[in-house]
């Protein structure tokens, strides 16, 4: 469906409004529109061939030198050249121009305002700067009298025939446009200001060695990861080094923390390794590699190590903050997960990590969710910012992104674990993000391709710069001004790069969007997954991407460099940040008493159960008893001074006499009367 509806539809108007020609038929009557537009259509067209084929600047010829009688005058050799707007510019013979004719008139009609000091004032020989140009002029010559017409208001007089095509010199301070382009300048133009772009990327970067083995250790948390010979190889070759230089007094230099910390992870990878396994999974490596019978010693050395690592200068032994985290989760995490004997069997994701050579300390997890709220936002930001937008879904993608919240920093060498929702949540954020970034920096760098259409703003030419010493012209240069190239002065001397990223450009632009494809895990047995060898090394970029964005950023020897873009940045108040920490804590201790109120009722709840289940016993078992402990103090009461002790409640009141004694002795005694007491709560009565 073709939908031609033209800038009503919100379109920006093109440069050249759409050319219309005459069309000529037998029996038509020509008046001077018809020829009139002929000839506008020719004109046009010629220009605008001129201005996006070729560009401005000078062709041939032209060149600028001292006149031979010197003073302030110098001589303009017959050359061609393009202004802005297409226009020919065609100096036939050789033009003697009066500098100092041209700056005075400068003066006049800037209202007496110059570059430079006035000439007579200049005499003692400082030097005065201009830029000597030329200018496209159009003059109506050859004035007619025009035939009588039947026109209501005819043209009085003589009218112009002709349009004749010609030249002005002017003079201008030292400055002149370039209308050059490099096409690194569009790409700042989407990624901004390159450090804030920058500091994007290297996160990623360090999200990117995390993300699989992330996955990985929240999948598999019951299962061993896979010690291999390259492993035994690591674990023999950091264990020698260790037991040579991890001993020693005070703390260890730069140089020397930096490799200690190195072989400090591989020997705790390895073992962290072995500790995955079970104990018969243990005994078997024991037999498949003799180097792990020093498994107790490696712990030892470790935690040597460790502790002198501790005192480190570690802003001087990692100045990248980045790789300073992660050798700093190395010790803490190796301190509290491998030295111990039989490792830490309670913080299985905190081991797989360390297995991977990828450790995982809670200031690192603190430092992930950061990172990814900044990725997050400087894309959105960018997006927002965009004018050549191509990935049309990028951005629903990049807003359905769920990035944990922030936390608060951690006290110092926290060992807090992590939980699986925690880790699941990070490593899928920081692969959905991963992918978004590289899908927009694609975007941004394939939109290069594809060359804008200059603006016009200033038609004069660029002849040369001279260099005044009072009245005179001392100095003329030519070198500087604008050529005519082949593809045009916007993309000539860009032109040899043209090919390679053309050919980068068929290899990245225009494909199916990249997915990220998570690891997958054998359904039994050990997990295989290689070490991080260049976790704290460098990190470098590399790919077909990355050299395109690198040949549109790196100017050649000669190039015109990329014009930044210079973009006010907004900075968050301390105050809004404080109060963002601030709530991050605040919904870290809700989080904390929520738990806390939940266990409380499951506690009174199972209180509830037990006291139903006692009511439910009482009249049964301890009712009679109750009731016996009740009477006793009553019937103690009533016992008179010659009553035994063994005479019972119940029994009636018989003294020691002779059984013929009169029938009242026989009648049953009197019946007590209970004393009142106060019956306790719940007490059956």
């Not at 037991?243 to 992870?265: F, I, L």
Request: proline share 9%.
């Amino acid at each position: 469906m073709r939908t031609d509806c033209g800038c009503g539809c919100g379109g920006d108007a093109t440069r050249t409004s759409a050319f219309v020609r005459p069309r000529f038929f037998a029996g038509q009557l020509l008046t001077e529109d018809d020829l009139s537009l002929l000839v506008e259509y020719t004109t046009a067209k010629a220009r605008l061939h001129n201005r996006s084929l070729y560009g401005p600047g000078v062709i041939c010829g032209l060149g600028v030198t001292c006149d031979p009688c010197g003073g302030g005058t110098v001589a303009v050799h017959p050359g061609h050249a393009l202004d802005c707007a297409g226009n020919d510019i065609v100096v036939p013979c050789t033009e003697r121009v009066d500098v100092q004719a041209l700056v005075r008139e400068r003066r006049i009609s800037g209202l007496g305002v110059d570059c430079g000091e006035n000439c007579a004032d200049n005499a003692d020989g400082g030097g005065r700067r201009y830029g000597l140009y030329v200018r496209y002029r159009e003059l109506p010559v050859e004035p007619v009298a025009p035939y009588a017409t039947e026109e209501p208001c005819p043209s009085p007089g003589c009218v112009p025939s002709r349009i004749q095509e010609g030249v002005q010199f002017v003079v201008k301070c030292d400055d002149f446009e370039d209308h050059r382009h490099n096409p690194g300048t569009r790409l700042l133009m989407s990624l901004g200001d390159l450090a804030r772009a920058d500091r994007a990327r290297t996160r990623d970067r360090r999200l990117g060695h995390y993300t699989d083995a992330l996955t990985v250790a929240s999948l598999a948390t019951g299962r061993a990861i896979r010690f291999d010979a390259a492993d035994a190889g690591r674990y023999a070759t950091a264990l020698a080094w260790l037991r040579e230089n991890a001993g020693g007094e005070g703390a260890p230099s730069p140089p020397t923390a930096r490799e200690m910390t190195e072989h400090v992870r591989a020997l705790a990878a390895a073992v962290a390794r072995y500790d995955t396994y079970d104990p018969a999974g243990q005994e078997q490596l024991g037999r498949d590699y003799p180097d792990l019978a020093t498994v107790r010693e490696a712990r030892g050395i470790l935690g040597t190590a460790c502790e002198r690592l501790k005192g480190a200068d570690m802003e001087s032994s990692w100045p990248d903050p980045l790789r300073r985290t992660i050798a700093h989760a190395v010790v803490t995490e190796t301190a509290a997960r491998v030295v111990p004997e039989r490792g830490d069997p309670d913080a299985p994701l905190e081991v797989r990590m360390l297995a991977q050579g990828t450790p995982l300390g809670h200031a690192l997890r603190v430092e992930f969710r950061a990172d990814l709220g900044l990725i997050r936002e400087w894309l959105l930001c960018r997006l927002d910012q965009a004018a050549d937008l191509a990935d049309c879904a990028l951005r629903t993608d990049i807003a359905a992104v769920d990035v944990p919240p922030l936390l608060p920093p951690p006290p110092p060498d926290s060992t807090e674990k992590a939980t699986v929702a925690e880790v699941q949540q990070i490593a899928e954020a920081a692969t959905a993000l991963g992918t978004a970034l590289g899908r927009f920096l694609t975007d941004a760098a394939c939109a290069t391709l594809n060359p804008p259409c200059g603006d016009c703003t200033d038609t004069d030419v660029l002849l040369a710069r001279l260099e005044l010493d009072g009245c005179d012209v001392v100095r003329v240069c030519s070198a500087t001004r604008e050529q005519v190239l082949p593809g045009g002065s916007a993309y000539g001397e860009w032109l040899p790069k043209l090919y390679r990223l053309r050919e980068l450009a068929e290899r990245v632009c225009c494909l199916p969007v990249a997915r990220h494809e998570k690891p997958t895990l054998p359904s039994e047995g050990p997990v295989a997954r290689p070490y991080a060898d260049d976790l704290l090394g460098d990190w470098p970029r590399t790919g077909d991407l990355e050299e395109m964005l690198s040949l549109l950023l790196t100017p050649a020897p000669g190039e015109t460099p990329p014009k930044a873009l210079h973009e006010q940045v907004y900075t968050t108040p301390s105050e809004v940040t404080d109060s963002m920490q601030e709530l991050a804590r605040l919904r870290t201790q809700v989080s904390d008493l929520t738990a806390a109120v939940e266990g409380l009722r499951t506690q009174l709840g199972s209180a509830r159960t037990q006291m139903t289940h006692l009511e439910g016993q009482v009249p049964e078992r301890l009712g009679p008893r109750l009731a016996d402990l009740e009477g006793t103090p009553d019937r103690a009461a009533d016992q008179g001074p010659d009553q035994g002790p063994d005479q019972g409640p119940d029994q009636p009141d018989q003294p020691d006499r002779a059984p013929e004694q009169g029938a009242e002795s026989a009648k049953p005694p009197a019946k007590r009367s209970r004393s009142p007491r106060t019956r306790k709560p719940g007490e059956t009565p």
